[in-house]
Nanobody
Framework: QLQASGGGLVQAGGSLRLSCTGS????????MAWFRQAPGKEREFVAA????????FYTDSVKGRFTISRDIAKNAAYLQMNSLEPEDTAVYYC??????????????????WGQGTQVTVSS
């Protein structure tokens, strides 16, 4: 019910915009998030936009470079990634949850997950 897209190969310093489109239900009242998983590493939180306030949250390593947003009318969320670094290379997953509490948004406890899209940043 979540479809992630927009990944690809980019040189360091470049930009990509990931999209997460929902189907089968409306995600307007859901907290939307992006996680990533590099080979041999655990899935880690990247960014989230909280359902009620629209407040955004980021892991420290992407602050100032990545921006999460949503388009309720299109039932979609986005992750604009600028100034990409080789360390950003990973499979990126979008996630959604209607009830997750603020203190848990950085944990991979979301009910709905997209299939992942590969982002590769070359040096």
């Amino acid at each position: 019910q979540l479809q992630a897209s927009g990944g690809g190969l980019v040189q360091a310093g470049g930009s990509l915009r990931l999209s997460c489109t929902g189907s089968g239900r409306t995600f307007r009242s859901y907290t939307m998030a992006w996680f990533r998983q590099a080979p041999g590493k655990e899935r880690e939180f990247v960014a989230a936009i909280f359902r009620s306030s629209g407040n955004t949250f980021y892991t420290d390593s992407v602050k100032g470079r990545f921006t999460i947003s949503r388009d309720i009318a299109k039932n979609a969320a986005y992750l604009q990634m600028n100034s990409l670094e080789p360390e950003d290379t990973a499979v990126y997953y979008c996630a959604a949850d209607a009830r997750i509490i603020l203190s848990s948004i950085r944990r991979p406890l979301y009910d709905y997950w997209g299939q992942g899209t590969q982002v590769t940043v070359s040096s």
